[in-house]
Nanobody, 119 residues
Framework: QVQFVESGGGLVQPGGSLRLSCVASGLTFTSCVMSWYRQAQGKERDLVADITPFGGNTNYADSVKGRFTISRDNAKNTVYLQMNSLKPEDTAVYYC????????????WGQGIQVTVSS
C-alpha cells in the first residue's frame, strides 16, 4: 500500500520557522518527483516547491523563494520543507505529492497538515 504521511505542522508566530516532513512507504521513493502544495481556506491548491528524484533540481513558487527550502533524504524515503520567515499568508493545509517520473499520470498525495501563522 502506497502511503505518504506528513508531519511537523502547527501554530507559529510571524517570522518563525517550521520544518515539514513527508515519509513515503510502499513504493520506490527515487521514482518520485516530490512536491509540496498548499491550500488556504476557500482557495485553490497551489504548488509551493518541487524536487527531482535525486535532488538535482528544485523549483519554487515566487511567493516562497528565499524563505522556503525543499530537500529530500532518499535513504529515509523523506522529503522536507524548511519554512523560514513565515507570514500569515503562509497559513494553509500543506500536502506532499509524488509524481512518478516515467509515468506522470501516476501520482500520490499525502493527507495534508495544517500550518497556521498567527500572533
Amino acid at each position: 500500500q502506497v502511503q505518504f504521511v506528513e508531519s511537523g505542522g502547527g501554530l507559529v508566530q510571524p517570522g518563525g520557522s517550521l520544518r515539514l516532513s513527508c515519509v513515503a512507504s510502499g513504493l520506490t521513493f527515487t521514482s518520485c518527483v516530490m512536491s509540496w502544495y498548499r491550500q488556504a481556506q476557500g482557495k485553490e491548491r497551489d504548488l509551493v516547491a518541487d524536487i527531482t528524484p535525486f535532488g538535482g533540481n528544485t523549483n519554487y513558487a515566487d511567493s516562497v523563494k528565499g524563505r522556503f527550502t525543499i530537500s529530500r533524504d532518499n535513504a529515509k524515503n523523506t522529503v522536507y520543507l524548511q519554512m523560514n520567515s513565515l507570514k500569515p499568508e503562509d497559513t494553509a493545509v500543506y500536502y506532499c505529492r509524488c509524481v512518478i517520473k516515467f509515468s506522470p499520470k501516476t501520482n500520490y498525495w499525502g493527507q495534508g497538515i495544517q500550518v497556521t501563522v498567527s500572533s
